[in-house]
C-alpha cells in the first residue's frame, strides 16, 4: 500500500513565470530553481524582450542569478508587438532561444504597453509561428474601458481568442492563467492544439478575497479572481485529469510598497510554496494521483519537450508561511502570508 502521507512525482516544471530582473531576479529566481526544473519565463521587461539577441541575453542573466549546482533550465519567450519580425521568429525559434511567443493586449497587465493593439497587426508573425510549431501564449484580456474588468476574459474568448483559433487551427495555443468557466468551456471544446495554465491563486481564492476586511492588495493580480463558480470551474479542470491543463504559477513579485500603495501593482508572488499551493488542492479535490500529470507530464508533452528525470516528493505536514520574505533591502510578501499550510516540499 503507498504512503498516504507521502506525494513523490516526476519532477515538474512551471509553464509561466515573472522572473524580473537585476536585484529582484537574484532574489527570487532560486524559489522557482529549487521546485521546478523548468519554467516558461515572461518577457515583459522593461524594455520587453522584443528579438532573439535580447532572450538570448536575459536567458544568460538567469542562469548567472541561479544557485551554485542548480541545474534549472529558463525556456525563453518572445515579446511580440504590433511591430513583430516573422524571420526573427523563425530564427530565434530555430536556434533554440525561443520556446514560444507572448501575447499581451496593450495595456492589459504590468509592463504591457507595448503589447498588441489589434491580433490583425500580427497576422504574418502568428502564420510564422504556425507553419514551425512555436506555440502563442495568450493573456486573454480585451481592454477596452467599457468592458467590466470581472467580464475581460469572457469578451476575449468571443471576439479575439475563438476567431483566431478558427482562422488558424493548427497554431498552438496556451490560453495562460485562465480565470473563468467560459474559459474553460472554451477549452475544453476546442481541438488538440489548445491547452491552458492554471495558477494557485486562482484555484485557491475568490474575489471575496479582494475586499476580506478592506482591500487587500496581495490578492490582486491580473486576470483578477473571478466568482465562486468560476473557482470551482477551474478546480474541476485542473484535476480532471484532462491532458489540456498543466501548471503555470504566474509567480510575480513585486516590493510590498509596490503592492501596499495608493495604486498597487498587480501580481502574486507564489513561487516559494507553489507546489504546497497546488498539492493542498488536489488534496481537497480527492485527486493526488492526477497531481503528476498536471505538474509534470501535460506541460512537457504540449509543448513537445522531453519528460524531466528525477523525483520531488512532498510529505503531509505543516509549512507555517511567513508574513514577509527579505530579499537584500526589499520586502517580500508571499502568497498564503500568515497561513499553514498541510503539505511540505522535502
Known amino acids: 500500500m503507498p504512503d498516504p502521507t507521502i506525494l513523490t512525482i516526476r519532477r515538474p516544471d512551471d509553464w509561466h513565470v515573472h522572473l524580473r530582473d537585476g536585484a529582484m531576479l537574484a532574489a527570487v529566481v532560486g524559489h522557482t530553481a529549487r521546485q521546478f526544473a523548468r519554467a516558461i519565463v515572461m518577457p515583459n521587461l522593461s524594455p520587453p524582450v522584443t528579438s532573439t539577441a535580447m532572450a538570448a541575453a536575459y536567458r544568460e542573466r538567469i542562469i548567472a542569478a541561479l544557485p551554485e549546482g542548480s541545474d534549472f533550465t529558463p525556456l525563453m519567450t518572445c515579446y511580440l508587438t504590433d511591430a513583430s519580425d516573422p524571420d526573427d521568429l523563425r530564427r530565434g525559434f530555430a536556434q533554440g532561444v525561443y520556446t514560444a511567443a507572448k501575447l ?20 504574418g508573425a502568428l502564420e510564422a509561428m504556425q507553419a514551425i510549431g512555436m506555440p502563442l501564449l495568450v493573456h486573454g484580456e480585451v481592454t477596452t474601458p467599457e468592458i467590466d474588468v470581472f467580464d475581460r476574459e469572457a469578451v476575449f474568448i468571443d471576439r479575439v481568442l475563438a476567431p483566431l483559433v478558427e482562422a488558424m487551427p493548427a497554431l498552438k495555443v496556451v490560453f495562460e492563467h485562465i480565470t473563468t468557466a467560459q474559459a474553460v468551456a472554451f477549452v475544453d471544446g476546442a481541438g488538440p492544439n489548445v491547452a491552458a495554465t492554471i495558477t494557485p491563486q486562482h484555484l485557491h ?33 485542473a484535476t480532471s485529469g ?6 503555470g504559477t504566474d509567480t510575480a513579485p513585486h516590493a510590498q510598497s509596490a503592492k501596499e500603495t495608493d495604486c498597487g501593482c498587480a501580481g502574486i508572488f507564489n513561487a516559494p510554496f507553489a507546489l504546497e499551493s497546488y498539492a493542498a488542492v488536489f488534496d481537497e479535490e480527492g ?5 503528476e500529470a ?10 513537445g519537450l522531453p519528460l524531466n528525470q528525477g523525483t520531488v516528493t ?7 508561511v511567513p508574513a514577509k520574505i527579505m530579499v537584500g533591502g526589499t520586502t517580500l510578501v508571499p502568497f498564503h ?7 511540505r516540499l522535502r
Open 205 to 237: 481564492l475568490n474575489r471575496n478575497a479582494l475586499f476580506a476586511g478592506g482591500l487587500r492588495p496581495h490578492a490582486y493580480c491580473l486576470p483578477v479572481v473571478k466568482r465562486e463558480e468560476h473557482r470551482l470551474a477551474l478546480r474541476r479542470a
Open 104 to 123: 499581451y493586449p496593450a495595456h492589459a497587465t504590468t509592463n504591457s504597453a507595448h503589447g498588441v493593439t489589434d491580433v490583425a497587426n500580427i497576422r
Open 294 to 303: 498536471f505538474a509534470s507530464e501535460n506541460g512537457p508533452r504540449f509543448y
Open 287 to 291: 485527486a493526488l494521483d492526477r497531481f
Open 337 to 343: 502570508f500568515g497561513e499553514t499550510l498541510g503539505w
Open 242 to 247: 484532462s491532458a489540456k491543463y498543466f501548471l
Open 314 to 320: 512532498l510529505e503531509r505536514g505543516a509549512t507555517a
